[in-house]
């Protein structure tokens, strides 16, 4: 089976950098994902890494490290519209476009 | 590009009645999903549909919760009858994806809020 962990809250200043950890159990999986939800808003793709290693898109940056069933989302200069739940989610082996999500972490950046 | 479209919004029944949710996904795109999710929980996949093929329907709760996909386009899912803990969101997501290809964005619709009196 698949499992993965997330801290449930997480809370930062504006222009901070903020990492939110993702750790996995999984058997298998081609990649590990990275979505973000606004309050009452749909769950919308931030990043993609299938290799280990860090994946850069502005001012968000994903790693993964398989090795040690691990990733992270970074966020740099943290603006106020970056508050919002994100989940990490990975796509386990022989189960097509399946994707498993975490429990998710709510960021709340202050000003 | 219209997004994927779900309907309704939000919907407020009594236990044991129906409810159904309809979705019309991304034009072109080939797998659909319905996940549930829970205030302050991550989305759990109920059924995946390619194109008219449900593939993955193990966490549908088939008592009560019935979904189709005519035509490979449009789906709908129901419930009948509605319970308490059914209260969630139901988001419907889409995706382009090729068998054996992990490389996966879903688009995700805004959800349909269910509360269960």
């Known amino acids: 089976g698949q499992s993965l962990e997330q801290p449930s809250e997480v809370t930062a200043v504006e222009g901070a950098i903020v990492q939110i950890n993702c750790t996995y159990q999984?058997?298998?999986?081609?990649?590990l994902s990275w979505y973000q939800q606004h309050d009452g808003g749909a769950p919308t793709f931030l990043s993609y890494?299938?290799?280990?290693g860090l994946e850069e898109t502005g001012r968000f940056s994903s790693f993964l490290s398989r090795s040690d069933s691990y990733g992270y989302l970074l966020l740099q200069e943290l603006q106020m519209k970056d508050s919002a739940s994100y989940f990490c989610?990975?796509?386990?082996?022989?189960?097509?476009?399946?994707?498993?999500f975490g429990q998710g972490t709510e960021l709340s950046v202050k000003p | 590009e219209a997004g994927v479209v779900q309907s309704p919004r939000y919907k407020i029944i009594e236990k044991k009645q129906p409810v159904a949710f309809w979705c019309n996904p991304i034009s072109g795109h080939n797998t659909l999903y319905w996940y549930l999710q829970n205030l302050g929980q991550g989305p759990e996949l109920l059924i995946r549909y390619e194109n008219e093929e449900a593939v993955d329907d193990s966490q549908l709760p088939k008592d009560r919760f019935s979904a189709e996909r005519l035509k490979g386009v449009d789906s709908t899912l129901k419930i009948q009858p509605a319970e308490l803990g059914d209260s969630a969101v139901y988001l419907c997501?889409?995706?382009?994806?090729?068998?054996?290809?992990?490389?996966?964005?879903?688009?995700f619709g805004a959800g349909s809020r269910l509360t269960v009196l």
């Open positions: 999984t058997s298998g999986f081609y990649g």
């Open positions: 997501a889409s995706s382009f994806s090729s068998r054996g290809s992990g490389a996966n964005v879903l688009t």
């Open positions: 890494n299938a290799l280990d």
């Open positions: 989610a990975v796509s386990p082996y022989n189960q097509g476009g399946k994707l498993i």
